[in-house]
């Protein structure tokens, strides 16, 4: 089993969870290898040996690879054959991925090795962990992968730091990857057969990606309700639509934790009060439907969890070993479909959570719909703009969202001579969700800095409990807007507090943990 004492993760490619990725990725968690794995791998390795003793001739083993895998490799020439493989499938471009998806690549891969299927040696793998926990992080481009078979091209790129080429960052420098081994005192590898293809046969890059993303979206999510509640009490919103008996009558799951949040956070509001017996009906559907809204992305981001730590505890090369029988086996365990679909699901559910939050922007600064706040919230109006651009940064971001959430898991483009003739693009799914993630964060806190002003305007009465927290945090950072000034940086401020976790964490200091 994956165990964790005093920041240390041993893995055994069994028990790996989102958060153990996280931890590793994030916080610098050292990773060993249990002994079970190191069995397992051991065991694997013998298999691979014996196929090259007896000349039989295996795919990946002693041939050659995707349109080439008829062409059989003479003995000589397989550790070249390796080497070649890498080489020659290092063709991702553009910008790299950040410091904590390389980590979460380099785990996963790791902890699929550690399966004993893959029929690796241990060295391999542990060179992969002393990278890890030494902070020898490869440059990885982010774009080059069809998701099948796997993430070859990104992975080609780890790949090469391995055997001690290619590029790598170490103590913040980049470095050709034999210096950033040669620095950490790590020796690189010489890879014998299977070895090349076991390093790049996979999903690991887009699992990577979307551990990470989901990680983040579980408190993303709460912390809409979070600001959605803060809003809706600023506007002089009812509480009613929330009550619990009343979502119990459409119990989703989601949907009864955002209600729950909200009533939570907007508990012993006295702006509530203040309007309770007024002759307003009904409040607008970004606020009133706002559990039924983020409760449904709430459903999405469940389902996505379970698919990814499904996937970061899979075995995903090929062929697969099964060292018992001494089998070889040819499947698809590296296509990125599961990945690809559930990361365009999230995709679009993140996106409706910026949509909503961009609706109740836009009646707090627009005083037709918020009578009892000024216009754009701020005074002297004319000579000031107050908070009216932010709606269109908003609306801009919303805007591409929209975009970024088409599907890329619907599109498939054969590869390797119509031999891989339908592939994921799930690392394309990947990334897009954690660009639309970025792009929320930065609409509620926009939202944020725009309720914070609202509240300023209706201090004679007390918010919701939650509320208040949130308010005295915002204004610990951000001040007041008497006049115009420049907000970028203000929106900056509140959307690392959001991304971070910081907004979440202050409001269950105050009133306890939120659903």
């Known amino acids: 089993m994956t165990t964790l004492t005093k920041n240390i993760i041993t893995i055994d490619s069994r028990s790996l969870t989102i958060k153990d990725v996280v931890n590793v990725a994030r916080h610098n968690y050292h990773v060993t290898l249990s002994k079970e794995a190191t069995e397992n791998i051991n065991k694997a390795k013998k298999v691979v040996d014996k196929v090259i003793l007896d000349n039989k001739v295996v795919y990946g083993v002693n041939t050659g690879f995707g349109a080439f895998c008829k062409k059989v490799i003479s003995k000589e020439n397989i550790k070249q054959l390796q080497k070649n493989l890498l080489l020659s499938h290092s063709t991702g471009v553009d910008e790299p991925f950040q410091e904590d998806v390389v980590r979460a690549i380099i785990l996963l891969r790791a902890n699929t090795l550690a399966s004993g299927n893959c029929g690796v040696r241990v060295e391999l793998v542990q060179t992969l962990l002393d990278m890890l926990n030494a902070g ?14 796997g993430d070859l091209a990104p992975l080609a790129h780890l790949g090469l730091v391995v055997i001690g080429e290619g590029q790598a960052y170490f103590k913040g420098k980049l470095l050709t990857g034999s210096e950033a081994l040669k620095l950490a005192n790590i020796k690189p590898i010489e890879l014998e057969a299977k070895e090349g293809l076991a390093l790049i046969n996979g999903t690991q890059v887009m699992t990577g990606v979307a551990a990470i993303v989901i990680d983040e979206a579980e408190s993303v999510i709460k912390t809409a309700d979070i600001i959605a509640a803060c809003t809706i009490d600023a506007l ?42 007024c002759d307003h009906v009904q409040d607008a559907y970004s606020m009133r439907c706002a559990p039924q809204v983020h409760g449904a992305s709430r459903d999405t981001i469940d389902y996505v969890k379970r698919v990814v730590e499904i996937e970061i505890n899979s075995v995903t090369d090929n062929p697969i070993i099964f060292p018992e029988t001494e089998e070889f086996i040819s499947g698809g365990n590296f296509h990125g479909q599961p990945i690809a679909l559930a990361m365009d699901y999230l995709g679009i559910a993140l996106s409706e959570i910026a949509n909503v939050s961009e609706r109740r922007i836009e009646r707090m600064v627009n005083s037709k719909l918020s009578e009892h706040l ?37 599109d498939s483009i054969p590869t390797s001579a119509n031999q891989e003739d339908h592939v994921s693009m799930g690392t394309i799914s990947a990334r897009k969700a954690q660009t639309i993630l970025s792009n929320v964060e930065f609409v509620l806190a926009i939202e944020l800095l725009c309720v914070a002003q609202a509240l300023d305007f209706l201090r004679e009465f007390k918010p919701g409990d939650g509320v208040e927290a949130v308010y005295k945090l ?42």
């Open 136 to 149: 020898v992080h490869p440059y990885i481009p982010q774009k080059g992968s069809v998701g099948a078979s």
């Open 474 to 515: 915002v204004r610990e950072k951000v001040s007041h807007l008497d006049k115009d000034r420049v907000l970028h940086k203000d929106i900056n401020v509140l959307k690392e507090m959001i991304s971070t976790a910081i907004v979440l964490k202050k409001v269950q200091e105050k009133i306890g943990n939120l659903k």
């Open 236 to 277: 002089k919103g009812s509480d009613a639509p929330f009550d619990k008996r009343l979502h119990e009558l459409r119990p989703h799951p989601g949907q009864l934790k955002s209600a729950e949040n909200l009533r939570h956070v907007m508990k012993n509001s006295q702006i509530r009060e203040s309007h309770r017996n």
């Open 374 to 410: 000024p216009a754009f919230l701020v005074k002297d109006e004319g000579i000031n703009s107050g908070f009216m651009i932010t709606q269109y940064t908003a609306a801009s971001l919303v805007s591409e969202n929209k975009v970024l959430a088409h599907p890329a898991s619907v």
